[in-house]
């Protein structure tokens, strides 16, 4: 487990399962997951034993349960995918489903302990990520967690009726150290400059 400010980012397992069927298919995350449409609790129940089984090193990916650190509630799900090696490059993509656990910093705190992982444990150099124009949530914890914006492209997502633009950011590790130098963990709070 690891564990930032507010959240703890553990393995899924089975309990996950009604959790994530609670929210999955709510069209206000939905729709900023590039998926809009739902999904059966059978194809759900398939992506948690898959996801529950990946390993970053084989499989190129990672999947974590975000839970609460006070209540040991679970609230979202954070993703490292598309690991690239020999280049250390890796996607990330954090998910709060629970609406009433929203604009509480668990998005920011998360996408912190998932660059430290990223970074301190895959050994990885750069972490992007792409959110749609219009997630302005998603694109506000990016930057607070240190994502400079890198490229745009253009009118590739279908939502709500209208195209709109797929954003692109990164950060780099060196840039992530500068906040939390020497292993430095999350929990014990980013030395910002």
Excluded at 41 to 68: C, F, H, Q, Y
Excluded at 87 to 116: C, M
Aim: hydrophobic letters at 40%; glycine letters at 8%.
């Amino acid at each position: 487990m690891y564990e930032g400010e507010l959240v703890r980012l553990r393995a899924l397992d089975n309990t996950d399962l009604e959790n994530i069927l609670q929210f999955y298919n709510d069209w206000n995350l939905r729709r900023w997951l590039g998926v809009p449409l739902p999904e059966s609790s059978s194809t759900i129940r398939e992506w948690l034993e898959r996801g529950s089984r990946l390993r970053p090193w084989k499989d190129g990916s990672l999947v974590l349960a975000i839970e609460d650190r006070d209540t040991n509630e679970f609230v979202g799900i954070s993703r490292i995918y598309d690991i690239k090696r020999p280049h250390d490059r890796a996607s990330i993509g954090i998910a709060i489903y629970d609406p009433n656990q929203k604009l509480r910093g668990f998005g920011t705190d998360a996408t912190l302990v998932t660059l430290w992982i990223g970074f301190n444990i895959l050994g990885l150099n750069s972490i992007y990520l792409d959110t749609m124009e219009g997630n302005d949530r998603a694109i506000a914890v990016a930057e607070k967690a240190g994502f400079r914006r890198i490229g745009v492209f253009r009118e590739t997502e279908f939502v709500d009726g209208e195209y709109r633009d797929l954003l692109y950011m990164d950060i780099l590790k060196e840039e992530f150290m500068s906040w939390f130098p020497n292993g430095r963990k999350v929990s014990e709070g980013a030395i910002k400059k």
